[in-house]
């Protein structure tokens, strides 16, 4: 399984203060409340494989001499998910009018929301479900924080919602901690050569990935938590937890 690992010393402020400690608080009380969360995320996929981690590091008591060779103009897709215990909602891939990929901005990330999410919650009872978006600009602008309250309410975890999300949590966002690694580690085996190609084999992936399988995912999260909340919010060294 690929996963994405996060050093919580990226925390700067208390994440049991903040939405994780009313998450525990609220599954003290409803058993469930962890599968009625649904996590959101976008990531990038290069048509050359290229993976971007800005926590690389090269440690060497001499100048490694390493170069990264990567295209001038190199091509991606930008894609969207939402995961929960009852599955995921998207692939979205961002496009223009065109139909060319493009990344994601407030515009786009709201057309979105309104053409493809919000009509995807149709299929379960909305009055249940809670929304995780993380801090970027297009997620937290003015606009997109109504767009959103205007389907969940106070049940809305996000910088400048009304539950905040601490910043640079990954570690605590099943997205970067399993689904971007798991099907990055896949869809590049039989080497898309077009960007169709490689939109093809994401779309493929996901909707091979097992119930079963999401299921142990959010169960993982609560183990997170619980290992936080165990270690009084300390930095939560790079492990990986089975799955």
């Known amino acids: 399984m690929g996963a994405v690992q996060c050093s919580g010393n990226d925390i700067t402020d208390s994440r049991l203060n903040n939405a994780f400690k009313l998450c525990q608080n609220e599954i003290a009380v409803v058993p469930d409340f962890h ?17 971007n981690k800005q926590n690389c590091r090269i440690w060497s008591e001499a100048n490694p001499q390493v170069y990264v060779e990567t295209p001038l103009h190199p091509e991606k897709l930008t894609v969207w998910c939402a995961l929960w215990a009852g599955g995921i909602i998207g692939p979205y891939f961002f ?14 990330y709201r057309a979105m929301i309104t053409n493809l999410f919000i009509p995807e919650l149709n299929n379960h009872d909305v009055q249940e479900l809670w929304f995780q978006q993380d801090g970027a600009t297009c997620h937290t602008a003015r606009a997109t924080i109504e767009l959103l309250k205007d389907t969940f309410g106070v049940r809305l975890i996000s910088r400048f919602g009304p539950v905040n999300r601490p910043p640079r949590s990954c570690d605590l966002t099943p997205l970067d901690y399993f689904l971007w690694g798991y099907v990055k580690s896949l869809v590049y085996a039989d080497k898309p050569e077009t960007l169709d190609h490689l939109e093809d084999n994401i779309r493929r992936v996901i909707a091979d990935i097992r119930p079963q399988m999401l299921e142990k995912v959010i169960e993982n999260w609560t183990s997170r938590l619980d290992y936080i909340r165990a270690s009084r919010d300390s930095p939560m060294p790079e492990i990986i937890f089975k799955m």
């Not at 223009?96 to 407030?106: K, L, R, S």
């Open 35 to 51: 599968k009625r969360i649904l996590f959101s995320d976008e990531a990038h996929f290069w048509l050359n494989g290229y993976v």
């Open 95 to 108: 496009k223009n009018d065109e139909g060319h990929n493009v990344t994601v901005n407030g515009d786009r």
